[in-house]
């Protein structure tokens, strides 16, 4: 179900059925469209449209699917038609409302193993930066942060889009298996702000990315002497990077 709540009354206004056969694990207002149109995703991999009409009755739609969970949604700010989804298939689609259509981007891969072929990470969360929505970051099941470019992306399909524009990473986690990203966010600053399980939480400036191959970067030093700052229990102090 989805619930739409009157915070001044603590009153719940009007609730209708998503259409999704598992867990609803996010629900977001487009913008510009008098918060009649929402857009979900949930446990059955799905991402649906919801559409309010004025008589309180609700039409869903779906939209695109994934192979596994869809955690996170990420709206073009300012657009009533423009939004990515990500899931644990590590895909991550494109939606436009105008055509109801999903366009499947790429899919989010790690490093290669021994038999050559890469696995694609679980994705938790993307993100779009607000001063420049042709930005976007995911991040999942490991410790790079990815910022792609979608002017990069040819919509005929010609080419491999899943190489990132920049990776942002603390030092002493490029190389860490054990951890991964559960959420992300974009200042107004265009700094990012990371979320680690097991681990901390950490705001990297715009020019404090490893570029767009991390391990690369890190072993000709080229992230040498910039800093990062660190956010946990509650203190913020600077790090500074080896």
Known sequence: MVMLWDWDTDAVKLEFHSGHGGNVFQARFMPCTGDQTIVTCAADGEVRLAKIQGSGDVSTTLLGEHG?????????PGSPYIFYSCGEDGLVQHFDLRTNTATKLFFFRGSLTKSGFSSCVQLNAIAIDPRNSNLFAVGGSNAYARVYDIRKYKWDGSSDFGNPSDCYCPPHLVNNKSVGITGLAFSHLIELLVSYNEENIYLFPKNGGLG???KSSVEIGANEGCKSTMTASGQDFAQPAP
């Open 68 to 76: 596994r969970r869809a955690h996170n949604l990420a709206i073009e």
């Open 212 to 214: 767009s191959d991390p």
